[in-house]
């Protein structure tokens, strides 16, 4: 049989586990969280009163995001409840993209009844997780706005019978926030999946030139998505929680 490129939007199935599918997309995400675990336990463990250069760069970036953040929202408690969230979304984002372009992903397969399949994937290229990111980010924003406004305050930023413009506005608001799910979702799926098949294009036509400039392209796309993915949470929020009169 002739082997050649195999592109497909279903990511592949490994095995079951307590009646739940077990995909490779699954285990590179289940990869990724090992090891960001292990470098926040490495760097908790290593963080001293007195920093040395790295440790004072890392709280220099944390720092900057943080008032970024504060300077945003025009609310530091604000911003310090809902920095883990955003730091989380962009670091599992970058560290799932960066882990998709080590060598082993993909090529490195395990036999199973359908048979051989990718032992590890591109994390992003399954729609089911950009699409759980982005109910996560979803759900975070909407209890951000009825948190700091009130429920009947933020409702009425959806359902306003006081006019006809007042009512038209209000559904268009509340179509625009639900596709924010889709629009979150598809961004990130898009970008990660087409850089996945250039790579893959680029590895059967020209193995030994094209795939290197396409890597470092990748890379960047990977920081890229991962803060705006990050950035738009960040931003919706910061809509979530502004009066009507205001936005």
């Given at each position: 049989m002739e082997s050649g490129i195999h592109i497909s939007l279903s990511p592949s199935h490994i095995g079951d586990l307590w009646?739940?599918?077990i995909t490779s997309t699954l285990l590179t995400s289940w990869l990724v969280v090992a090891l960001l675990l292990a470098a926040a336990f490495v760097i908790g463990r290593s963080l001293v009163?007195?920093?040395?250069?790295g440790q004072v760069a890392l709280e220099g970036m944390v720092g900057g995001i943080l008032g970024y953040m504060e300077e945003t929202l025009d609310d530091k408690a604000l911003a310090r409840k809902y920095f883990p969230l955003v730091m989380t979304i962009f670091l599992f984002?970058?560290?799932a993209n960066l882990v998709s372009l080590l060598p082993f992903v993909g090529p490195l397969e395990v036999n199973t009844s359908h048979g051989p399949v990718p032992l590890f994937?591109?994390?992003?290229?399954?729609?089911?997780?950009?699409?759980?990111l982005a109910i996560i980010a979803f759900i975070a924003i909407e209890f951000a706005g009825i948190t700091v406004l009130g429920a009947l305050k933020y409702a009425h930023k959806f359902v306003n019978f006081k006019s006809v413009i007042g009512f038209i506005?209000?559904?268009i608001e509340l179509i625009s926030e639900v596709a924010r799910l889709l629009t979150f979702s598809f961004r990130l799926f898009g970008n990660i999946f087409a850089g996945k098949v250039l790579i893959l294009l680029a590895l059967a036509f020209m193995p030994y030139l094209l795939p290197v400039p396409l890597l470092v392209y990748e890379v960047f796309v990977a920081?890229?998505?991962a803060a705006v993915f990050a950035l738009l949470t960040l931003f919706f929020i910061k809509i979530a929680v502004t009066p009507l009169a205001e936005h």
């Open positions: 009646g739940l599918p009163l007195v920093p040395g250069k984002i970058l560290c994937y591109s994390v992003n290229t399954d729609f089911n997780i950009p699409l759980a506005v209000g559904i920081v890229i998505q």
